[in-house]
């Protein structure tokens, strides 16, 4: 007979035994979910990098949102102080020379930023990132200094060879590999998932953390030496860049899988070409939309009535906060659910930021209608109230971007790219031929109206392609579903 007692003391020597002989299993079964885990996840491993951990859309918009509003009120400001410091001699070029070296900086990537973006967010697949890695290598090493050279040289021929002319033409072709490199950073930490990092590196000219430091570049050379003129504000600019992009380099650097060259730089580059061109040419389309008739005024129209337009530019630009901050937070998370197809969430998600955004645009669309010269004043002192009918159509267009919501943004995150690409150069043309003729004949303010009524054309062309392509609607609505921004990762 069995008594309790020794029962008692057989049953340590059970236990042990029993855990030998389940231990193999336990830890077979522990070592196959680690390397399932691992396969899934492939970019989490300590030898592909560490990508945060994802983070809710109204949580990414806490963050951004302020951080946008940094972002075009330093733009703001860094326009406001050169104006201030060039006079409107030459601060109209100035504006020109910006936006120039950011289409060229954008337009150099062919497209590699978004696409990366795009591809970054919808996979965690390590192979992949490698390989959008080595195309991003062959697209700063070969066309994005060629560009920038190129740019030099054609400000040289233009500008002359004395030493104010040699400057300005240096510090261009630097300011076009900054604004390139720049694109880079701040989308790829976005697809990463540094969904913070990119938020200081994004918005109008670069993000808060780049546009501040300009700013108080720019402050420092009028101070300091108001002499030096356009070439002394270029290097201010040069300079606020450098700081945020080595952070950023570093943060991509620890976090994105490393990467052998499997080919040769020029086959990485054809590569990149035939996967993203549709993306580059889109991009610079859009970007000319935004931009193209102070070129055009810079082209047909005095120093002085340039300056007047790129004031008016630059102040209704400050509308697209809200609108800017949703597109860039959201960009990830539509490209995940049109991978799904998952309309149903898309089209009250897509809604719901027009709203959002429509609301924020109107609070500062009206101040610019009712008392336009009052604002201008304010804000770039005395001599710039002639563009104050300028600004009201100028900031009209801008909330008719926020009414009608992101629909080229979901095209291109729901791989119909090629349709903003037509649309965005077709309203591009006709923005310079209607744009020309406006300018040349009855001046700045029929230069702003006529980019209002082709940014009306624009906006709704871009709607209907969304309805046609996905049978769902971007526009704003009387009823958002905010708990979609807390339910959806951004």
């Known amino acids: 007979m069995v008594t309790r007692t020794a029962v008692l003391r057989c049953l340590p020597e059970c236990r042990r035994l029993a855990r030998g002989a389940l231990a193999p299993t336990i830890e077979e079964g522990h070592t196959r979910v680690r390397s399932d885990d691992q396969d899934e996840r492939g970019a989490h491993g300590a030898s592909a990098g560490t990508r945060p951990k994802p983070i809710s859309l109204f949580s990414s918009l806490v963050f951004f949102v302020p951080s946008y509003m940094l972002a075009v009120g330093g733009a703001l400001a860094l326009n406001v102080v050169a104006a201030r410091v060039l006079g409107t001699s030459d601060f109209g070029y100035f504006a020109i020379v910006m936006t120039a070296t950011t289409l060229i900086g954008q337009f150099a990537l062919f497209g590699v930023h978004r696409s990366g973006l795009r591809e970054a967010a919808r996979t965690q697949d390590t192979k992949t990132l490698q390989d959008l890695r080595r195309g991003v290598r062959a697209v700063l090493l070969i066309p994005l200094p060629v560009a920038a050279v190129g740019t030099a040289i054609t400000v040289l021929l233009i500008r002359g060879g004395d030493p104010g002319g040699v400057a300005t033409a240096l510090l261009t072709g630097a300011l076009v590999f900054a604004a390139g490199y720049q694109k880079v950073c701040a989308n790829f930490l976005r697809g990463i998932g540094h969904v913070r990092a990119a938020t200081l590196l994004t918005g109008r000219s670069g993000g ?176 710039f109230e002639g563009a104050a009918p300028a600004l009201m159509f100028l900031a009209t267009a801008m909330l008719l971007n926020s009414i009608s919501g992101m629909s080229a943004t979901t095209l291109s995150m729901a791989h119909h790219e090629g349709d903003v690409v037509w649309i965005n150069w077709t309203a591009a043309i006709l923005r310079v031929v209607v744009g020309v003729i406006c300018a040349s004949t009855w001046g700045i303010t029929a230069l702003a109206a006529s980019s209002c009524a082709i940014a009306s054309l624009h906006y709704f062309a871009s709607w209907s392609a969304v309805r046609w392509r996905l049978s769902i609607s971007t526009h704003a609505t009387f009823r958002p579903k905010l708990s979609l921004l807390r339910r959806i990762s951004g």
């Open 208 to 383: 808060a953390a780049i546009v501040i430091g300009q700013s108080i570049c720019v402050l420092l050379v009028g101070w300091l030496a108001p002499g030096w003129g356009l070439p002394g504000v270029l290097a201010a600019a040069l300079v606020g860049y450098l700081l945020p992009l080595s952070w950023g380099w570093w943060l991509l650097h620890k976090s994105w899988p490393a990467a052998k060259q499997s080919g040769g730089m020029w086959q990485e580059l054809r590569k990149v070409i035939r996967r993203d061109w549709r993306f580059a040419a889109s991009q610079a389309g859009g970007f000319l939309n935004s931009t193209v008739e102070l070129w055009v005024a810079g082209a047909l129209l005095s120093a002085g009535d340039t300056s007047l337009y790129a004031a008016a530019q630059r102040t209704a630009h400050v509308l697209t906060i809200s609108s800017g901050s949703l597109t860039v937070v959201f960009s990830p998370a539509l490209a995940r659910l049109a991978k799904r197809d998952d309309h149903a969430q898309m089209e009250p998600l897509v809604r719901t930021a027009s709203t959002v955004s429509t609301i924020v645009s109107c609070l500062l669309w009206i101040p610019m209608m009712v008392a336009p010269t009052l604002v201008l004043s304010v804000i770039f002192g005395t001599g």
